[in-house]
């Protein structure tokens, strides 16, 4: 019987060369994955690639123009990796760039031209002489991963294989299959700090700040540091549910078919804001700090979204909307209409600035135990197409592709705030009161 003092024994395993690739929005605690991740494999006597900028390289390689170190790849050494587990930014860089755009379905992974950017990426890591890959990011990401493993699934018998494991990474939090993602307790609490000097800005001035959170799809962001930054209200997509969602048909100027879809009463959503200032008034305070997610604007209604364009995920940009802007000119002319006051109302966007903040503590520890699970997951338990969770006390477990991912859109399920649920309830405790 070993000790609990004994560290662990080195394993047997073919894999002699590892790529670690980040792609996707920056996340406090990157570097504790990546620096984990490595350190696990360089213990083992295995080579550790770092692919750095997502898969800008990896997607336009080519035999014509190889892959050269410095450019598209450095080696992970334990020089390199030297107290890098607390640090901030990420080590080998990010990007958004996406092989598998053009794959909605299985049947276009057969397709040679939808697939090749996939088989580029393929081609570019033989051309390392990588044995497994390791991806770390979002769900976007997850579905790239997902979509390589089914690439190589059809390759011939004797083509060789190299196994994905999938790291998940939001300061969203909104991903299925893991409590809370690396990352997303510092940018609250970056953000909770923020919103708690925006508070007493807004006391001083007797004013209202519009405070537009990152989240697009779920509200876990916003949630929290409202929460912990002890905001007067919080909206996000899992509220437009109920009397605050109706339907939009709108038709297409160019070929004239009409599409239906569902959109917030944005008049509606307005007038609940109001009701909190003015419940706010007869407390006798006259401020404070409404917090909104981003994801929002997606079910605005067609009108503000006209010229808005879109990314290569299909998601429009956010920043070209700027929400908090928006809502603070409607609630402000509400305002004033229903209460013959004026009050300055100020919108304003957060989020970037959180992304790359010094991770705290705890997500050091999740950020490590999931670099430490991909070396588990490929050496250990010689795992394929899998994601890396952690749950209660960073007990880690292995979760397949095929339970995270539509078998047929390829797509992720998002998971949203149940608007049942005690985290939820909390926020709507702690708020400024309304009868609804």
């Keep these: 019987m070993s000790s609990t003092l004994s560290g662990p024994s080195k394993k ?3 894999l002699k060369r590892v790529a670690i690739l980040f792609a996707g929005g920056p996340a406090p605690g990157a570097n504790a994955v990546i620096s984990t991740a490595a350190a696990s494999f360089l213990r083992n006597e295995c080579e550790v690639l770092g692919i750095l900028h997502g898969y800008s390289s990896l997607a336009s390689y080519s035999p014509e123009h190889p892959l050269v170190d410095g450019e598209a790849y450095i080696k992970l050494t334990s020089k390199v990796l030297k107290r890098t587990r607390s640090s901030q930014g990420i080590m080998i860089g990010t990007a958004r760039t996406n092989p598998g755009k053009n794959i909605s379905h299985p049947s276009h992974l057969d397709d040679a031209n939808l697939s090749a950017p996939l088989r580029r990426v393929y081609e570019g890591l033989v051309s390392l002489g990588v044995d497994a890959l390791i991806s770390i990011g979002g769900d976007d990401t997850l579905k790239t991963a997902n979509k390589f493993k089914m690439f190589q699934d059809r390759l011939p018998p004797d083509a060789k294989r190299i196994p994905v494991v999938h790291l998940p990474k939001t300061i969203d939090n909104d991903y299925m299959g893991i409590d809370f993602t690396f990352g997303y307790f510092t940018a609250v609490e970056f953000l909770a700090g923020e919103i708690r000097n925006l508070l007493h800005d807004a006391e001083a ?9 990152m989240g697009r799809s779920a509200g876990w962001l916003a949630y929290g540091a409202a929460i912990a930054g002890e905001a007067s209200l919080v909206i996000s997509v899992e509220d437009i549910i109920g009397s605050y969602r109706v339907e939009e048909t709108t038709t297409d100027p160019d070929t004239g078919v009409a599409e239906t879809r569902q959109v917030m009463d944005l008049d509606r959503v307005i007038n609940r ?23 929002l604007a997606e079910l605005l209604p067609s009108k503000y979204l ?6 290569d995920h299909g998601h429009i940009s956010i920043s070209h909307v700027n929400l908090g802007r928006m809502f603070a000119k409607l609630v402000s002319d509400t305002y004033k209409q229903q209460t013959g006051k004026s009050r300055k109302v100020t919108g304003l ?3 970037y600035e959180s992304r790359c903040a010094k991770p705290q503590a705890f997500d050091v520890m999740l950020g490590s135990q999931l670099g430490v699970g991909a070396y588990r997951a490929l050496v250990e338990e010689g795992l394929n197409g899998v994601m890396v969770s952690v749950v ?4 880690l477990h292995f979760v397949p592709f095929d339970r995270l991912i539509d078998p047929q859109t390829l797509v992720t399920v998002v998971r949203y705030i149940d608007p ?3 985290f939820h309830r909390l926020a709507r405790f702690l708020e400024t009161a309304v009868n609804e």
Excluded: C, H, W
């Design 12 to 14: 047997n395993t073919t």
């Design 205 to 213: 001035g007797r004013s209202y700040y519009l405070a537009e959170s």
């Design 273 to 295: 804001i109001v009701k909190t200032m003015t419940a706010r008034d007869a407390e006798g305070k006259p401020f404070g700090v409404i917090v909104l997610a981003e994801g």
């Design 306 to 311: 006209k010229g808005i364009p879109r990314d």
């Design 349 to 351: 966007q957060l989020g």
């Design 392 to 395: 209660g006390q960073l007990q």
């Design 420 to 422: 049942s649920s005690d």
